[in-house]
């Protein structure tokens, strides 16, 4: 039955996605490619915390995949579409050096750590003026690439949540998904049965990683201008925890579902609360933690599980 429900959301998503541009103006595009967006960095989130470790730090390696390209086509002169590319190049590498150091904490550390590095790295880029244009950011001369047009804008932001679906879906389907919950159930035992705990978080943290770096270069490229207050805002961060949250965690379809339903209502609080929507994101966390813990996704699971016993 979990199946069945996966694979119906799959094609229904995909459905949509693709006959969407067909019938959608540019606004309703531009709204569809911010869903698109925060449902691609939830879906990374949510790769990371199947292994039990949370991550504060989404919107740290999102920006700093968003400096990448911009400073790689203004500072290299390279051609748009390769500094997407490239941001998650550099957004891995810098993954796999900063998971040398932290991925043997645990719990709390590692979420603290993540905060962390997400602000030094706002802050090392805010304080470079020659080079990252300080606190004023950056635009690209040559303006939004392929000339803005809101299609093919959609398109490029749909490869990258396509992206972050299959790497999903593979991890479900791999050893992967047996190393990381063995990891999240009991790391003592994971480790007893020869699994590679540091390895494992290693590869899984440069993953989520680099795609979270991809989706910040599309995202810059498609805007033409990057500040540090922009691209390392904590919306990249808390919203995207929040829509796997009330989705439902562990899983692709939960970040799927939960991002439909809060970034079509995040659209709705920009407009009606511009400087206060973080705080009904930060709520919307603590009442799925405190009443709702495996989103509607588990319930979901839960409902259809009683329902075969009854049957049986």
Known sequence: MNRNLTRLVAVVVAALAVTLPALAGAYPLQVARNVMMYMALAITWDMLLRSGQVSFGIAGLFGLGAYASI??????GMPAWASIPFAAIIAGVVAFLMGLMILRLRSMYFSIIT??????????????????????????????????????????????????????????????HFA???????????KSSGINIFRWLLVT??????????????????????TPESVFDGNFTLLPMAMALLGGIYSTVGPILGAVLLGLAAEWLKLQIPYGHLVVYGIIIILVVLFMPQGLYGLFRKATRSADRRKA
């Open 180 to 190: 990381l919950t063995a990891m999240r159930n009991n790391e003592i035992s994971a």
């Open 71 to 76: 400073l790689g086509v203004l500072r290299a």
């Open 205 to 226: 943290f440069v993953i989520t990683s680099a795609i979270q770096g991809f989706l910040g270069g599309i995202y810059v490229q498609s805007y033409g201008f990057a």
């Open 115 to 176: 905060l962390a590095l997400q602000e030094i790295f706002r802050i090392v880029i805010q304080n470079l003026h020659e080079f990252t244009g300080g606190p004023e950011g950056v635009v690209l001369q040559q303006g939004v690439i392929f000339g803005g047009d809101a299609k093919i804008l959609y398109w490029l932001t749909l490869l990258g949540l396509a992206i972050a679906l299959g790497a999903s879906f593979w991890f479900e389907k791999s050893k992967f």
